[in-house]
């Protein structure tokens, strides 16, 4: 058994005994490998995301919350690199950071011969011009969005004057010309798109933002008609 197929069998066999643990050494048994070679593993998972931990004592042993867990998902080759593709455009998004974490997990998760097949195609296709230079989105400004912190901006407009602003954030509006990050403004009373490249500065603070309705009509961005995403194709 590879490792990714033995990290799937773990992850199954914890699930199927939840709430109850199993032990390092139950598990090296289970899967003939050394406790050493488990504890890597279970150390992997956690660092992907997968919520196993450990319960101390001498009943003890590694548990996971069944709740939080979904059953193994399998990638093709075709659909790894798609997504490479697609993340290829998300230079100087707020998503991008993001975006290359989840593609290291689906090739983690990946068995080891589509995960071959999927490098090997990757260095296949072939893409014309550079990616752009884009400062990355600053780390803080998405978690905020998340944890709907208010935030303080140091903010250039077009016109070239720069202000500092309290901000209430909203949520993010893409463009063909660029990404936004759209908030209730407090300086100026009433909703706002902040062009990402224009932040001079930003600073999370402790106060929490109530929550808004945000209408199409709110939002000042001559482009088009604004629509939601949503995660069904």
Not at 20 to 44: H, K, Q, Y
Not at 218 to 229: A, F, H, M, N, S
Request: aromatic share 6%.
């Amino acid at each position: 058994m590879n490792r990714t197929d033995r990290m799937y069998a773990i992850v199954e066999e914890l699930r199927a005994v939840s709430p109850r643990p199993r032990s390092a050494s139950w598990l090296a048994g289970r899967f003939e490998v050394s406790r050493r070679t488990i504890e890597r593993d279970i150390s992997a998972l956690q660092q992907t995301g997968v919520p196993v931990w450990a319960e101390p004592g001498r009943t003890g042993g590694y548990c996971l919350d069944r709740a939080r867990t979904l059953p193994p998902v399998n990638f093709s080759p075709d659909e790894a690199v798609a997504v490479a593709v697609a993340l290829g455009g998300m230079a100087g998004t707020p998503f991008a950071a993001a975006g290359s974490t989840a593609l290291r997990k689906i090739l983690a998760a990946m068995r080891d011969d589509d995960a071959t097949a999927a490098h090997d195609l990757a260095g296949r296709v072939h893409l014309l011009g550079a990616p752009p230079e884009v400062p990355p989105v600053p780390a803080v400004l998405a978690h905020a969005i998340s944890a709907r912190r208010v935030l303080r901006l140091r903010y250039t407009d077009r016109a070239g004057t720069g202000t500092t602003r309290d901000v209430e954030p909203l949520g993010y509006v893409g463009s063909s010309t660029g990404w936004y990050l759209l908030a209730w403004c407090r300086l100026r009373d009433g909703i706002r798109a902040f062009r990402l490249d224009r932040i001079d500065g930003v600073t999370a603070t402790s106060e929490h933002a109530p929550r808004r309705v945000v209408r199409p009509e709110d939002v000042q961005i001559p482009e088009g008609d604004l629509r939601t995403l949503t995660l069904l194709g």
